[in-house]
């Protein structure tokens, strides 16, 4: 239908630059200019590396997924672009002008307040209930995957890992060790590929260190894990090291000057037990609650 506005034809895509490389594909800034005059609107454009017949039926199922998502703190689907004759597609989406959530926190750490990161943290978790109601697990929660809208407004993105649950499980179990960094896994994801909603509560508790670590690089979930295991490590993997110290109760240190509260929020995301851990709906109340008591 010509007046379909998912449409956006190649010529009218005007590249400006690169934004970033993701889960198998890259994301450029462009401007949808139809007018030719410089009008038009910026959006980000996710091209897929057409290397693997895999990764096509991937980007497939990535433009599907964010294509049924409507909410407001999730990044935004604008359509599709077919170029090469229908043979390559990219998919368009809103373009958020503050770019990833770590960039952002590290560029502002002398002026962003408590109560400006517990915002951010019940907007996160807003998001991911919103994501459980369509039985979507997103699988890569993580600090470079929020994107900022503006100074109170985050949203979740990259949806390139993210998977539907079966009708008749609660989880999902990858058929080979998947490519999600290691250090926002939870242990049942290490030690038995089995992804749930329980297991991205797991990795919220891991953005929220990286929120009150301010997306610390020298401090960030992989230095701190790293650290811990120790620089000999030798035979067993990278994996089964962190594996052994989470079932011995090891966790990530409270960051510096972290609220105890907020630090036991995390405590709790990263209950061993996966049927302890709690929902989302019980995550956003509490931070919900802080930001009441913050004043
Ligand atoms: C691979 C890519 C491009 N990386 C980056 N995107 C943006 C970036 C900045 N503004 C954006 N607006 C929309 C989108 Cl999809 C990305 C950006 N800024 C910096 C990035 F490294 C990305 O997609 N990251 C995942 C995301 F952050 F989006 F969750």
Known sequence: ATHDHTQFEERHLCYISQLGKGNFGCVELCRYDPLGDNTGEL???????????????????????LSVLHCDYIVKYRGVCYSMGRLSMSLVMEYLPYGSLNGYMWTNRYNITTRRMLLFASQICKGMEYLQTLRYVHRDLAARNILVANDSLVKIADFGLTKVLPFDKEYYRLSQPGQSPLF?????????????HKSDVWSFGIVLHELFSYCDNNSNPKVL??????QNVQGTSISMHLSNMLANNWRLPSPPNCP???????????TYDFDKRPMFCDLSKKVENMIQSDR
């Not at 959006?43 to 599907?64: C, G």
């Not at 894990?225 to 120790?230: E, M, S, T, V």
């Not at 105890?260 to 990263?270: I, R």
């Open 43 to 65: 959006v980000a454009v996710k091209k897929l590396q057409p290397n693997k017949i895999s990764n096509q039926e991937d980007f497939q199922k990535e433009v599907k997924t």
């Open 184 to 196: 926002w896994l939870a242990p049942e994801c290490l030690n038995e590929n089995k992804f749930s």
């Open 225 to 230: 894990c790293l650290r811990a295991i120790g």
């Open 260 to 270: 105890s509260e907020v630090y036991g929020l995390m405590k709790d995301c990263w």
